[in-house]
């Protein structure tokens, strides 16, 4: 706090939306809040309206990305695959919202994706860079960036290709 650092926990499938919030509330300061991302908490497994009404109000930055729940042949589970933003389940008009309902409105976004591997890293690398320049054109428009009087605060977009390497499928 003395050095006005705020720290951002990530939500994950390690702890419910509502146990990252009650951490959040605990610790009472306005140096800590939630890195909200979009798409981690599947592993809980929770809806994304449970995950943004528990941890909208404490939101300091949002960590975009989208995905696809697919369903096995068998019925016997899902599989999740990354999306360009807005092809995928997340509602993000309805983040996005409920994040400026609660006063959340002047936040950092990081775009991440999870494309799958192409077979080799050069056409992976280039599919998420596609990704990217779809992804930013999508919440641009969502966030009006183009239209100043609409915020009159800059907003900040950020975005990164992944440095990570592909898993190979087995």
């Known amino acids: 706090e ?33 890195c909200l991302d979009t798409a981690n908490s599947l592993g809980v497994p929770e809806t994304l309206t449970t995950v943004v009404e528990a941890l909208a109000e404490h939101t300091v930055m949002l960590h975009a990305k ?7 042949d068998t019925r016997m589970g899902f599989t999740v695959e990354g999306t360009p933003l807005g092809e ?5 008009p309805y983040v996005l919202s409920a994040l400026r309902d609660r006063g959340r409105a002047e936040i ?15 056409s992976s690398v280039e599919r998420e ?7 930013l054109g999508f919440i641009r428009s969502l966030i009006a960036l183009d239209d100043p009087s609409a915020h009159p605060q800059p907003h ?3 975005a990164s290709l992944s440095a990570r390497t592909p898993r190979r499928e087995p």
């Open 129 to 135: 860079a596609e990704w990217l320049t779809q992804s």
């Open 66 to 72: 989208d995905c696809e729940l697919r369903r096995f």
């Open 2 to 34: 003395r050095q006005q650092i705020t720290i951002a926990l990530e939500n994950n499938e390690a702890f419910t939306a509502a146990q990252f919030s009650a951490i959040v509330s605990a610790l009472g300061s306005p140096f800590v809040g939630i």
């Open 108 to 122: 950092s976004c990081i775009i991440e994706h999870w494309p799958p591997f192409d077979g080799d890293i050069a």
């Open 156 to 158: 900040r977009v950020e």
């Open 88 to 92: 995928g389940y997340v509602d993000f």
